[in-house]
């Protein structure tokens, strides 16, 4: 592994910038259209478009921020906002430890605050997908488009949510879902025990949206327990080795 | 009660840049705890699981069309369309196919 610095001969801060933003402009697209229909739930819930707009700038996470949306809509509690945060933007603790492992010792405290404030999964993904150590100004670059993308899009969709006709709302309601599926349905067809905890966590979330015991709980609750019995199992059954997490 | 929105907002910010931000800032070493490490590795996967659905087919005004854009949005991405590729086919899908259902 080489380690890249800005003092290393050759270093041209300027070139892994604009690497960074060029790569960064295709998942900022993707996260404009995400967005927009992120922002119509963002609408149900009474966000204004400066509110969202800040929301979607400091909270880069479309499940994290849907879920959020939803409670807000549903008038609950801070404590269950706080926990249903956490649980359904675990995977990036996963992912900040991950990165972690792939920074330079010599790299500061506020490059490693600053490249974790956008720890998505595209993002993550494309820092590490680089050879050698994490390079804060690629991930900086990247940013740029990525959070304009995310942050705009939020806001033009609770602006432009109500003037849309029903049926594009409705077209549109599916992206984040379209999103979500792009996310988990690559690794679970590598994966079996990954295949197994999806099918499993359809089965399980349609069940407990009929059951009327569990039908009158809230969907966030619902989420947290779905998702602390099911990883729990599937750690317990089926452990992963090292190699595997190091991807 | 009713809720104040910017606490929302602050609530939900301070917990996922915490998420974000504090593992890679502290931990300089691995983690060792295998079940820690299982754990983390398939809640993604489960969050997002539970997330979809059945929520897709309640989305949409028309539930089968919710239905077919899971299908369809299943098939996508086994067959490694990308991200936004996977998304667009799925909102165009439920607009073509609402034309004619409802």
Excluded at chain 1, 49 to 74: H, K, Q, V
Excluded at chain 1, 192 to 214: D, E, N, Q, T, Y
Aim: glycine content about 8%; charged content about 10%.
């Amino acid at each position: 592994m080489t380690d890249q610095t800005d003092t290393a001969p050759g270093y041209d801060r300027g070139k892994v910038i604009r690497e960074g933003i060029r790569d960064g402009i295709p998942i900022g697209l993707g996260y404009f259209v995400v967005a927009f229909s992120l922002g119509i739930a963002a609408k149900i819930a009474g966000l204004t478009p400066l509110e969202g707009f800040i929301a979607s700038l400091l909270n880069n996470a479309s499940a994290g921020e849907y879920a959020a949306f939803t409670l807000m809509a549903a008038n609950a509690s801070y404590v269950e906002m706080a926990i249903v945060t956490l649980i359904t933007n675990a995977r990036y603790l996963l992912m900040s430890t991950a990165l972690s492992q792939r920074f330079s010792p010599k790299t500061g405290t506020l490059h490693r605050v600053l490249v974790g404030f956008d720890v998505t999964d595209e993002l993550f993904g494309i820092a590490i997908a680089r050879p050698g150590m994490v390079d804060p100004f690629y991930s900086y670059g990247a940013f740029i488009p990525a959070l304009a993308g995310w942050s705009t899009g939020t806001a033009l969709g609770i602006v432009m949510g109500n003037v849309l006709p029903g049926r594009a709302v409705s077209a549109l309601s599916v992206a984040l879902f379209g999103m979500f599926l792009a996310i988990i349905i690559p690794p679970a067809r590598e994966n079996r025990v990954v295949l197994g905890c999806v099918i499993v966590s359809f089965a399980a979330s349609l069940l407990f949206s009929v059951v009327p015991l569990f039908a009158s709980w809230s969907a966030g609750t619902r989420t947290i327990i779905l998702t602390v019995v099911i990883s729990s199992v599937a750690a317990l059954l089926f452990p992963v080795s090292d190699d595997k997490l190091e991807q | 009660m009713q809720h104040s929105i910017p606490i929302y907002i602050a609530v939900m910010s301070v917990v996922t840049l915490s998420v974000k931000i504090l593992p890679l800032t502290l931990i300089r070493k691995p983690i060792n705890n295998r079940f820690i490490r299982s754990f983390l590795y398939y809640v993604p996967y489960v969050t997002l699981a539970v997330m979809t659905f059945p929520a897709i087919v309640q989305a949409t005004d028309a539930p089968v069309a919710g239905a077919v854009a899971l299908v369809v949005g299943i098939v996508a991405a086994w067959n490694g369309a990308s991200l936004f590729q996977v998304a667009a086919a799925c909102c165009a899908l439920v607009f073509v196919l609402e034309l004619i259902l409802v």
